[in-house]
């Protein structure tokens, strides 16, 4: 889910003063543990309550065990899907991090299916990461590529719609093996240490990478897939992590990494945030997508004329400034019109709308509201009289309690994994901990992908993006990438968009021909 899964931003430091920041603490995610320790959990253990916790003295052994998550449990499975039967071997378990003194820090918990009858040396992996910060696998697996799926398609799903896991017909384990992987502080993955300074190495931009890439280094030693060609698969803020991910497994892990799959990526901070005038160019085509959609279906084809007034009038006009009145007028005039909105708020706003306000303004008439994940989606604004927006995303929050529901299914009763404590699907505590930096550039991937693309001349890359994401708008993608130098060009890099919204995947049809796409990639 979203580029960044809160509406809220906090970008910051530079790539060198992160570096610096995190050379100066002691501890770092380690791919050894102590002798004798197994770096997966072992069965029995239990997570301690509260005041245990606080009775047993912080980095022990005693207290390591408490938060400690039960052995991997493997089962074999069978599922049958249209036209075919898998049968494959799904494990859910958990790998243990450790510091450089050896001492544990955190256990990552995983879910991976791998299709039975294989070669495994020649088979493809895929790692799959969701965004927020603070999201769990749960929507790529249980929305698109694992062997179940639920429907959440937001326009149908409400919070006590029932999470019926059922076969997926589009699942991806058909052409390649797959591994979901919660960071610590999402699913069922928690610290093992106690303490602030864990918590700040883990929840920043450079230690989540670094610890991340240790997991997927260490789930293939695990299960002797070292030779298997690898694909990384990240969602939203997965468009930062995704791409340092494979930059750290190629230059720190000794790990090479077929191709990149990004869904909905976020890649760069700097341009479409705080003032910048690029985030009106990255979202206008999605706004003016939203009200096409009003009116029937729409495709990218629908939309050639407003991304060239985007990259073009519209962004001269940007450029002049408020203090070009007929400038201004005239872009405020266009934007209405494109948008459906009243052209007196258009003025008003100087034709210069961010994500909350377009979503406020939409349908203000009829007491509506806006999804920011899937624009096309509207519910009831709570307070319509309100002078500012106090309403919910009914694009995504109403997918919290069946897709919460469904993993917990999933993993305790059809997986036969049982840690004990809540399942976090997407936590607030993760995203409003994040270290972003406070440096004068916010994280961004960009040169992450000119790295990666240059040093491995075989890797690919394929985005997908829903034409009325709101959150991490196409547009955004396809500015960025047309910045790349002529070596990472299609058909190496491809850019996909399909009707719908984040998730765009929730939609039959583009979870089908995403599926084919990937496919392809992987051939």
Do not use: C
């Not at 995190?22 to 253990?45: K, L, Y």
Request: glycine content about 10%.
């Amino acid at each position: 889910m979203a580029g960044w899964k809160s509406s809220v931003l906090r970008p910051g430091l530079t790539a060198l003063a992160l570096v610096i920041l995190v050379a100066g603490q002691a501890t770092r995610a380690q791919d050894a543990p102590p002798a004798g320790q197994e770096h997966a959990a072992s069965s029995g253990a239990r997570t301690g309550s509260a005041g245990n916790r606080s009775a047993t003295p912080p980095g022990s052994p005693a207290a390591a065990e408490q938060h400690k998550l039960p052995a991997d449990s493997t089962t074999t499975q069978t599922l049958e899907l249209p036209g075919r039967t898998l049968s494959f071997t799904a494990t859910a378990g958990a790998i243990r991090l450790f510091d450089d003194k050896s001492e544990p820090q955190a256990d990552i918990a995983y879910t991976s299916y791998q299709l039975d009858g294989k070669d495994r040396g020649s088979r493809p992996v895929t790692f799959f990461f969701n965004g927020g910060p603070g999201a769990s696998s749960a929507y790529l697996q249980l929305g698109n590529a694992g062997p179940w799926r639920i429907s959440i398609d937001a326009g149908s799903v409400t919070p006590s719609s029932k999470p019926d896991l059922l076969p997926n017909a589009d699942t991806w384990l058909d052409f390649t093996d797959l591994v979901f992987i919660d960071p610590v502080g999402t699913g069922y993955s928690r610290f093992v240490a106690t303490g602030d300074e864990v918590r700040k190495r883990f929840f920043s931009v450079d230690g989540d990478v670094r610890s991340l890439s240790l997991v997927v280094r260490r789930w293939l030693e695990k299960h002797d897939r070292l030779a298997s060609p690898k694909f990384v698969a990240a969602e939203s803020y997965g468009g930062i992590r995704g791409p340092k991910i494979v930059n750290n497994l190629q230059q720190d892990q000794g790990i090479g990494v077929s191709g990149l799959i990004l869904v909905s990526p976020l890649m760069d901070f700097r341009e479409y945030s705080g003032s910048s005038l690029m985030q009106y160019v990255a979202s206008l085509p999605s706004f003016a997508a939203v009200a096409k959609q009003m009116k029937g279906p729409v495709t990218r084809a629908d939309l050639a004329e407003v991304e060239r007034y985007a990259s073009g009038d519209f962004l001269l006009d940007l450029v002049r400034g408020v203090a070009d009145t007929e400038a201004t007028n005239r872009l405020a005039d266009k934007v209405a019109s494109l948008t459906g909105i009243d052209q007196a708020v258009s003025r008003r706003l100087a034709g210069r709308f961010d994500v909350s306000e377009f979503r406020r303004e939409f349908d203000r008439r009829n007491g509506r509201i806006t999804g920011r994940y899937d624009g096309s989606v509207l519910g009831i604004d709570p307070y319509p009289d309100s002078s500012y927006s106090r309403s919910s995303d009914p694009s995504g929050d109403v997918l919290t309690a069946p897709l919460t529901s469904a993993a917990v299914e999933l993993t305790t009763r059809k997986l036969n994994w049982r840690p004990e404590g809540s399942y976090e699907l997407l936590s607030g505590g993760v995203n409003r901990s994040w270290d972003f930096g406070r440096g004068v550039s916010p994280p961004e991937s960009a040169s992450d992908l000119r790295q990666i693309l240059a040093l491995d001349p075989k890797l690919k890359l394929l985005v997908g993006h829903g034409l009325f994401d709101l959150a991490t708008p196409y547009y955004g993608s396809k500015i960025l990438l047309d910045q790349l130098p002529a070596f990472a060009r299609a058909p190496r890099v491809k850019l996909v968009v399909y009707p719908g919204g984040h998730m765009f995947y929730s939609r039959d049809d583009a979870r089908n021909a995403f599926r084919g796409e990937v496919e392809a990639l992987m051939k």
